[in-house]
């Protein structure tokens, strides 16, 4: 569904007079709670740390919390946070940008890996569609429904969407979830 069309949908479930800008932060909202509970899977980015250069830019969809991993020249790197004390190969993060230390002193391959977050909808993506799986499109209509119920006190409504958005979102955790094949394990041979 393109933005519009979500728009449109919340519009038809619940009539209101809320702005679409606001609905469009509510959407992003959504979305992004929705890529902290699915399993989506990680994501690499990859440099090369320069001589005497400490701090890099971050990836836009990339934030502290969401990184799993950071590895230099296949070595782990440990993350501390700004008020620890510096012990070993460590990172930070200093206004969205990652620290090392210690500095290189050559050229080094550098690793990070993390959950993307997704991109941000503006009012004037009419025409785009969110970065959630296409499929399941509905659970950020619903939403945006059950933040527009619920700043209107339409408290039975709210509670029905709700409930219908928790089942969607409950369908798509089954269906997006990885294929995870079971594996027999051999304890021992019959004679």
Same mark, same amino acid.
């Given at each position: 569904m393109k933005l519009k069309d %979500? !728009? !449109?949908d919340v519009n038809l479930m619940i009539p209101n007079s809320i702005s679409d800008e606001i609905k469009v932060r509510w959407l992003?909202?959504?979305?992004?709670q929705l890529y902290r509970d699915?399993?989506?899977?990680?994501?690499? /980015?990859? *440099?090369?740390? =320069?001589?005497n250069v400490d701090i890099y830019p971050l990836p836009n969809n990339c934030?502290?919390?969401? $990184?799993?991993?950071v590895t230099v020249d296949d070595l782990e790197y440990e993350y501390v946070s700004m008020t620890e004390d510096l012990q070993g190969r460590c990172?930070? %993060? %200093?206004?969205?940008?990652?620290? *090392? /230390?210690?500095?290189? &002193?050559?050229?080094? =391959?550098? *690793? $990070? &890996? /993390?959950?993307?977050?997704?991109?941000?909808m503006r009012l004037d993506m009419q025409e785009e569609e969110p970065? *959630?799986?296409k499929d399941f499109h509905e659970i950020l209509t619903y939403g945006v429904a059950f933040r527009v119920a619920r700043s209107l006190q339409?408290?039975? $409504?709210?509670? =029905? &969407? =709700?409930q219908q958005m928790y089942a969607l979102q409950e369908e798509a955790?089954?269906?997006l979830r990885p294929n995870n094949r079971k594996r027999v394990v051999q304890t021992r041979l019959w004679r």
């Amino acid at each position: 569904m393109k933005l519009k069309d %979500i !728009l !449109l949908d919340v519009n038809l479930m619940i009539p209101n007079s809320i702005s679409d800008e606001i609905k469009v932060r509510w959407l992003n909202e959504t979305q992004r709670q929705l890529y902290r509970d699915f399993g989506f899977p990680d994501t690499s /980015y990859a *440099f090369a740390q =320069q001589p005497n250069v400490d701090i890099y830019p971050l990836p836009n969809n990339c934030s502290r919390e969401r $990184i799993s991993s950071v590895t230099v020249d296949d070595l782990e790197y440990e993350y501390v946070s700004m008020t620890e004390d510096l012990q070993g190969r460590c990172w930070t %993060i %200093i206004d969205d940008n990652i620290w *090392f /230390y210690p500095m290189p &002193v050559q050229e080094k =391959q550098a *690793f $990070i &890996v /993390y959950k993307p977050e997704p991109q941000d909808m503006r009012l004037d993506m009419q025409e785009e569609e969110p970065e *959630f799986p296409k499929d399941f499109h509905e659970i950020l209509t619903y939403g945006v429904a059950f933040r527009v119920a619920r700043s209107l006190q339409l408290l039975d $409504i709210s509670v =029905q &969407v =709700q409930q219908q958005m928790y089942a969607l979102q409950e369908e798509a955790k089954r269906k997006l979830r990885p294929n995870n094949r079971k594996r027999v394990v051999q304890t021992r041979l019959w004679r």
